[in-house]
């Protein structure tokens, strides 16, 4: 059976796709191939509703929301600040039960490698091949390049979802709480309120390695809980993850490069479609996959021209956000990281979504650090306008 579209890798990109051309392209041959077991692999995805401005969220891609709040908050020695607005969360395994029955076992092959694509063919690793007219590549970020390693920090993160002993009176997530202590970089818990008794809590850190020591975190997280007054009395289920967050341009040249010397359009963190400081992805998701969807003719040409625009969007907020990591990782030390972040959560509601989403004009970037205490010494903030790789290693 030759195909529309094959989309190879069931992360968020690929599965998002797959599910929003089944419901809103049903007459496409569309073949969703995942190497594992299940979709969506362990994360947890967030993202806020103003990302998607006018447009909104497609009702099928709504269906996939796990939960949703009308508020949120965030934490910091010296300031405390609450905003109402909608944030939704999607659960790992319930983005693999919803998209899993939208496509049914046709459309969805789990547990099958691929050996190699091209832009309409996917080898199989059991010698089979499949014929399509557009090929995706959806796999991940794959290995990283020497200069882009280089150029990397992580924000790195172990969760736990938990059902405490009685209810945690959170009404909705708190984004970052950084009344903690700054260790291994900038550390925040994040909290997101399942139901009264359920809850993610999750230990971060902005960290200059992707070294994880899980059993240390659950500690961690463990005091957090009972600092708290929360006695937990079951864990769930676990994440856990090293993402990366690029400091210079090495790093996004690494993905582009891979982009322009392949035929095979690729979506997702191996084509750079992230946000290079918070690392999240919906929000970039979306508009493109929608973009896909709209195409009168899915072929692997007008796909790679989609995206191309897309990323070149993606690219122009790129130099900005870079600034702002090295600040963040080089500017200040480890355990002061933490005041680049509230520094920035003083300014505007309206700026701060406008970041979230990847989208801020010109005057936003200036107010960023317009005003008030600058978060790091003038100097050093300055230094880092322009990328420099022999500072790199000792931040």
Request: glycine share 10%; aromatic share 10%; with cysteine.
């Amino acid at each position: 059976m030759d195909w529309d579209v094959v989309i190879v890798g069931g992360g968020l990109w690929g599965g998002l796709l797959a599910d929003r051309l089944a419901a809103a392209r049903p007459e496409l041959r569309t073949l969703l191939i995942e190497k594992g077991a299940h979709l969506g692999g362990l994360p947890t995805w967030s993202f806020h509703e103003s990302d998607f401005g006018a447009a909104g969220i497609p009702d099928s891609t709504r269906e996939l929301i796990s939960r949703s709040w009308e508020t949120q908050e965030v934490r910091f020695p010296g300031l405390r600040k609450a905003f109402q607005t909608r944030y939704h969360s999607i659960r790992s395994q319930d983005f693999h039960e919803r998209v899993s029955k939208r496509l049914g076992q046709d459309r969805l092959w789990l547990g099958v490698g691929v050996a190699g694509l091209t832009p309409d063919q996917v080898a199989l690793e059991s010698g089979e091949m499949i014929s399509a007219r557009c090929v995706i590549d959806a796999r991940g970020a794959g290995k990283l390049g020497a200069g882009a390693r280089a150029s990397t920090g992580y924000q790195k993160f172990v969760g736990l979802d938990v059902e405490l002993e009685s209810p945690h009176g959170l009404e909705g997530p708190v984004i970052m709480d950084a009344e903690v202590d700054q260790i291994d970089g900038y550390r925040f818990i994040y909290l997101l309120p399942w139901s009264e008794r359920e809850l993610l809590i999750e230990d971060t850190r902005y960290s200059d390695g992707p070294e994880i020591d899980q059993p240390a975190f659950e500690v961690a997280i463990r005091q957090y809980a009972e600092n708290q007054g929360w006695k937990i009395r079951t864990v769930k289920r676990r994440e856990a993850a090293a993402l990366p967050i690029p400091r210079d341009p090495r790093f996004c040249a690494d993905s582009d490069h891979r982009q322009a010397n392949s035929l095979v359009p690729a979506i997702g963190m191996r084509a750079g479609h992230f946000h290079p400081t918070t690392g999240y992805s919906v929000c970039y998701a979306l508009p493109l996959i929608e973009s896909i969807v709209a195409l009168p003719r899915i072929d692997t040409a007008s796909v790679r021209e989609i995206l191309a625009q897309g990323t070149g969007e993606i690219r122009s907020q790129r130099g900005f956000f870079l600034f702002l990591n090295r600040m963040l990782f080089r500017a200040s030390p480890p355990e002061l990281r933490y005041r680049v972040f509230r520094r920035f959560y003083e300014n505007p509601d309206s700026l701060v979504f406008r970041f979230y989403s990847g989208r801020l004009g010109s005057w936003d970037r200036a107010r960023v650090f317009l005003g008030g205490k600058p978060p790091v010494p003038v100097m050093r903030g300055l230094r880092c306008l322009f990328p420099n790789p022999s500072k790199e290693r000792t931040s």
